[in-house]
T-cell receptor, first 112, second 113 residues
Framework: DTAVSQTPKYLVTQMGNDKSIKCEQN?????MYWYKQDSKKFLKIMFS???????INETVPNRFSPKSPDKAHLNLHINSLELGDSAVYFC???????????FGPGTRLTVT | GDSVTQMEGPVTLSEEAFLTINCTYT??????LFWYVQYPGEGLQLLLK?????DKGSNKGFEATYRKETTSFHLEKGSVQVSDSAVYFC????????????FGTGTLLAVQP
């Protein structure tokens, strides 16, 4: 009965590879997000989707591509992984754009 | 631009001590304000919120009051426990049509028995 879930929890891969992280929410929310947390715990938004429509696209390399097949899912695909992509990636959701956000457990990505 | 400044950590307290973590923000208008907590190895959990001036958010003994005059949202708890050890994030929701949370640097709280 997890509200916001992410898979995988850990991802270790080599530079140059392509990987995906999946997120699902069962809260019936309209809006979903991806955040990146660096090694100093600094959190920054990357993308936001509202009803499957992209509404926030921060200054993120175009190697990162979010995809929302439906309101309950928001996946993140990363091409040509670089060392600097190593971080914890959090998915979140909210009822709408003005309400509190609920976060998933995070995916720790390590690029070697 | 929009920003949030949080008290630098780490903050180390003894059990049952009083806690204050300061948070001030710069934003257009009157954003909703949130405190999130991150326990080791976990995601962020919403701790409390306030949506308008003078609102007080509270949860699990923690409180914070929305102070419009000083653009602040300081987190307090009267008596901390070891189980409160975590990283605390202050986050205003800014931006109009493209609302987004902007996070402070986080404050690590370590409570010793």
């Amino acid at each position: 009965d997890t509200a916001v879930s992410q898979t995988p929890k850990y991802l270790v891969t080599q530079m140059g590879n392509d990987k995906s992280i999946k997120c699902e929410q069962n809260l019936g929310h309209d809006t979903m997000y991806w955040y990146k947390q660096d090694s100093k715990k600094f959190l920054k938004i990357m993308f936001s989707y509202n009803n499957k429509e992209l509404i926030i696209n921060e200054t993120v390399p175009n190697r990162f591509s979010p995809k929302s097949p439906d309101k309950a899912h928001l996946n993140l695909h990363i091409n040509s992984l670089e060392l600097g992509d190593s971080a914890v990636y959090f998915c979140a959701s909210s009822q709408d754009r003005k309400t509190e956000q609920y976060f998933g457990p995070g995916t720790r990505l390590t690029v070697t | 631009g929009d920003s949030v400044t949080q008290m630098e950590g780490p903050v180390t307290l003894s059990e049952e001590a009083f806690l204050t973590i300061n948070c001030t923000y710069t934003a257009t208008g009157y954003p909703s304000l949130f405190w999130y907590v991150q326990y080791p190895g976990e995601g962020l959990q919403l701790l409390l919120k306030a949506t308008k001036a003078d609102d007080k958010g509270s949860n699990k003994g923690f409180e914070a009051t929305y102070r419009k005059e000083t653009t602040s949202f300081h987190l307090e708890k009267g008596s901390v426990q070891v189980s409160d050890s975590a990283v605390y994030f202050c986050a205003p929701l800014v931006g109009g049509a493209t609302n987004k949370l902007i996070f402070g640097t986080g404050t690590l709280l370590a409570v010793q028995p």
